[in-house]
C-alpha cells in the first residue's frame, strides 16, 4: 500500500504558475537613446542603437518611475536576436531562452521547449482546511457535501471528505442520534452530489519527450458496489476526477481522469494512491475537479471518499531515457530515497496501456 507523498519539494501551498515574467532586475539603467542626435528620426535612431553590439540595453522591465519615458520612447528590441546581449534577470527552471516582447518592446525570458522540468505546480493536503478550493453543491442543507475530515487521511490530520461530516455516510434521509436512518427502506432519502474544484494552474509548454504532467492523490472510497443487470455491471454512485479547461469560463469543459468505477467503488479501508496524466493539457491553464454524485436517492447508506495529497507535478525522464515517465518495458529507477515505492505508477488514464510516472509515493507503515 501506498500513500501519495513525495519526499522533494514539500510546498504546503498552492503553487500556481506565475504568469508574470520572472527576470525584471531593478538594475539601474540609462536611457539607451539618449545619445540620438535627431529626435526626429527617431525610427533609424532605434535600428542603429539595436544594431549596436555594445548597446547598454536596459535589463528587465522598465522601472516604475520611468514610464513617462517609456511611454513616450521607442521600443528597445524588435526581434529575438536584439536580445542576445540583454541581461533580463534569472528566470526559473525551463524558462530562460530570451526573446524579444513585439507588443512591449521589452527583451523577456520564455520557456525552453526541450528542457525538463522537476517541479510541484499544486500542493494540497487539506491540513488548513479546503484552501482555495471551492464547493458546489445543489442540494445545499442536506448535510451532505464536500468538507475537511479528520475521520480518515492519508498523511497529516485531516483530508477532504464528501458525506455527512457527523454521521460519516452520504445517506442524506432523516437519522436518529446513533446515525441509523429512522426509515429503514430510506424513503426520505434523495440524490446527493457535490464537487470540489481545485484553484486554476498553467502546465508549461515543454516537450512532452522530456518532461511528464500529471496528478497523484490517495483517495479513500466506500461507495453503493456496481450492480449487475443481465449480466452487465453497472456503477451508479460515482467519484470522478476531472480536468477542467478553461474553469470557470464559458468555455469550460471537462474530461474524467480516475473514476471509482475503475475500483468497484471500495478502496478496502485503505487509501489507494492515484497518478492522472495531465499532458493533454500541456501549455494550458486548468483546474482539477473532485466530483461524487448518487444519480438516484437508492442505496446511498455508504461512507463516501476521502481524497488526500492532492499534487501537480511535473518530471523529467531518467538521463539517457528517450521516453517519458514509464511502462511494462521501461521501468523506473529507484530513487534511492528510503520507504519509498519504485514501481511505475501507471496512469488512471493512460491512453498507452501501462504507460504512468515514477512517482516514488511514500511506503506506508515503513521505517
Ligand atoms: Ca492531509
Ligand atoms: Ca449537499
Ligand atoms: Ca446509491
Known sequence: MTRGVRWSCRVPVVAVLAA?????????????YEDVEDPTDAEDAVEDAIADASLDLPVGDAPADSSADVDAGPPRCAKDEDCANVDPGVGEECRQRKYCDLETGVCELTWQADCCRDREILSQGFEGG???????????GDRVTW????????????????????????????????????????????RVTASLTSPSFEL???????????????????AEPPILTDGQSIQLDLFRVF???????ISETTKVIFTSAALGNTTGDRFIH????????RNKTIALRLDFD?????????????????????????????APGCSPTVACVPDSV??????????SNAVLQGAGVCDHPLLVDCG
Open 20 to 32: 508574470s515574467i520572472l527576470g525584471c532586475s531593478g538594475n539601474s539603467m540609462k536611457n539607451p
Open 130 to 140: 479546503l484552501g482555495a478550493w471551492t464547493v458546489e453543491d445543489p442540494f445545499k
Open 147 to 190: 468538507s475537511v475530515s479528520q475521520h480518515w487521511k492519508a498523511f497529516g490530520a485531516s483530508s477532504a471528505y464528501f458525506g455527512d461530516p457527523a454521521c460519516h455516510t452520504y445517506y442524506n434521509g432523516a437519522m436518529d442520534s446513533g446515525c441509523v436512518p429512522t426509515d429503514p427502506k430510506g424513503l426520505d432519502a434523495s
Open 204 to 222: 508549461p509548454p515543454l516537450n512532452l519527450a522530456k518532461t511528464s504532467f500529471f496528478v497523484s492523490f490517495d483517495v479513500w472510497i466506500a
Open 243 to 249: 480536468a477542467v479547461l478553461n474553469p470557470g469560463t
Open 274 to 281: 492515484v497518478v492522472g496524466d495531465l499532458s493533454e493539457w
Open 294 to 322: 448518487s444519480l438516484d436517492p437508492r442505496d446511498n447508506h455508504f461512507e463516501g471518499v476521502y481524497v488526500d495529497e492532492i499534487r501537480v507535478s511535473t518530471s523529467c525522464n531518467a538521463a539517457g531515457a528517450t
Open 338 to 347: 528510503p520507504c519509498t515505492e519504485d514501481s511505475c505508477q501507471v496512469f
